[in-house]
């Protein structure tokens, strides 16, 4: 199947810094990518959804200022998370699919990246 | 976007089959279902997709009945290493492929 991947795997960085996580589609064009949260022992919860060339669109609580997205091409999506807090502190997954993806509704996703802010 | 529900969690012996039943009373027309697997620190694997009857893929099968407010994922034979949780989606091109993600079923094998 296709491949997602994820840098970096994990990252440990001071409060008050900015992180960059990079989602990158291996083998195929990922028209939109998605980036999720997830904390222990709780289930995914979307962020944001990004496309290609245009402005990601962000879930309802989620801070787009705070959270900056960029889908510069079609196989390189990144999550900067500014001003990072430990609350910030969690699993960030994200997910892809592919051209011609969306009528069959296929979405792979990446391993992960764990984000620890002291 | 459709709200799926699904046992916390189920419990399963090696060998047997697990079926684990997701209900989807508004899935949509365009809707499809999709189950992922997820492992601790893992993102979530797909296991398989379909949008009506039966689906069979080399690890599962999906039983979709007609009126589609509801699904079937089959694992035969469980392992320990099935032990994982499992998801089940609901969403359609109409929606830009955004999915939304319940609680899950945590299935735990035991030897």
């Known amino acids: 199947g296709a491949v997602v991947s994820q840098h970096p795997s994990r990252v440990i960085c001071k409060s008050g810094t900015s992180v960059k996580i990079e989602c990158r589609s291996l083998?195929?064009?990922?028209?939109?990518m998605f980036w999720y949260r997830q904390f222990p022992k709780q289930s995914l919860m979307l962020m944001a959804t990004?496309?290609?060339?245009?402005?990601?669109?962000?879930e309802q609580g989620v801070e787009k200022d705070k959270f900056l997205i960029n889908h510069a091409s079609l196989t390189l999506s990144t999550l900067t998370v500014t001003s990072a807090h430990p609350e910030d502190s969690s699993f960030y997954i994200c997910s892809a699919i592919g051209l011609a993806g969306i009528a069959g509704h296929e979405q792979y996703f990446g391993p992960g990246t764990r984000l620890t802010v002291t | 976007l459709a709200k799926t529900t699904q046992p916390i969690s189920m419990d399963s012996y090696e060998g047997q089959e697990v079926n684990i039943t997701c209900s989807h009373n508004?899935?949509?027309?365009?809707?499809?279902i999709t189950w992922y697997q997820q492992f601790p620190s893992q993102g979530p694997r797909f296991i398989i997709q379909g949008y009506k009857t039966k689906v069979t893929n080399e690890v599962a099968s999906l039983f979709i009945p007609a009126d589609r407010k509801s699904s079937t994922l089959s694992l035969p034979r469980v392992s320990l290493s099935d032990t994982a949780v499992y998801y089940c989606?609901?969403?359609?091109?109409?929606?830009?492929?955004?999915?939304?993600f319940g609680q899950g079923t945590t299935l735990q094998v035991k030897p």
């Open positions: 989606l609901v969403g359609g091109s109409g929606n830009t492929g955004k999915l939304i």
């Open positions: 083998d195929f064009q990922a028209t939109t």
């Open positions: 990004s496309n290609e060339g245009s402005k990601a669109t962000y």
């Open positions: 508004n899935i949509a027309t365009n809707d499809y």
